[in-house]
């Protein structure tokens, strides 16, 4: 059985509460319930926090489905995607900062 079927079983807990917590719907807890649906990062975070750390992503996941995402992340493409990512999010902040500081000096000029 499903380790997340199971805490919410143990703890009284139904799949329509943990959908309400989790903010996903009744029919999306259901299959994460199941041993054949592999929840996305976000969700899977958010039952991490839900159950105090007690279920992980590890938990939710088949072991053959794991080795086949390891096998992808590790991939050279998969690397360079996340670099270009994360530049483009450095990038993103230094425009806001400096969108930010730009307005700082406008209203400073202002009130002179």
């Given at each position: ?27 999306e807890i259901n299959r994460y319930c199941r041993d054949d649906f592999w929840p ?73």
């Open positions: 059985m499903n380790p997340f079927r199971i805490w919410l079983i143990q703890r009284g807990l139904s799949q329509r509460a943990a959908a309400d917590a989790l903010g996903v719907s009744n029919p996305r990062k976000e969700v899977a975070l958010r039952i991490f926090n839900f159950t105090g750390g007690e279920i992980t992503p590890n938990d939710l996941i088949d072991d053959e489905l794991a080795a086949m995402y390891l096998t992808v992340a590790d991939s050279a493409e998969h690397k360079a995607a996340q670099a270009m990512i994360e530049q483009r999010e450095r990038a993103r902040k230094i425009r806001a900062e400096r969108k930010a500081e730009r307005g700082r000096i406008a209203a400073h000029h202002d009130r002179r």
